[in-house]
Nanobody, 122 residues
Framework: QVQLVESGGGLVQAGGSLRLSCAAS????????MGWFRRAPGKEREFVAA????????YYAEPGKGRFTISRDNAKNTLYLQMNSLKSEDTAVYYC???????????????WGQGTQVTVSS
């Protein structure tokens, strides 16, 4: 079993930056693809970014391209999301997830964290 715990969320002004972390415990996630998703108020959960098990390939949803960077440190069993040039529309609860497939699909991820709130003020 894998437990995922996100941290690093908070309140930031538009144009600012945040770095989210996702710490895994229970077992190593080094063999899993991992991803970040988010749910804005009143909206469905949506894909943000994903990274392969070895960190060599990343994939981003259009809203975060050029502003967000996903990375991982398998030695620390930790996933990251660096978010720059934040906009008010980035306000959401951000979730990390782990799964067997490198994909943007919610359904392919087996393990989920509880989420961390990111609020961007304009």
């Amino acid at each position: 079993q894998v437990q995922l715990v996100e941290s690093g969320g908070g309140l930031v002004q538009a144009g600012g930056s945040l770095r989210l972390s996702c710490a895994a415990s229970g077992r190593t996630v080094s063999s899993y693809a991992m991803g970040w998703f988010r749910r804005a108020p009143g909206k469905e959960r949506e894909f943000v970014a994903a990274i392969t098990w070895n960190g060599r390939t990343a994939y981003y949803a259009e809203p975060g391209k050029g502003r967000f960077t996903i990375s991982r440190d398998n030695a620390k069993n930790t996933l990251y999301l660096q978010m720059n040039s934040l906009k008010s529309e980035d306000t959401a609860v951000y979730y990390c997830a782990a799964g067997n497939r490198f994909t943007s699909s919610n359904d392919e991820y087996h393990y989920w964290g509880q989420g961390t709130q990111v609020t961007v003020s304009s």
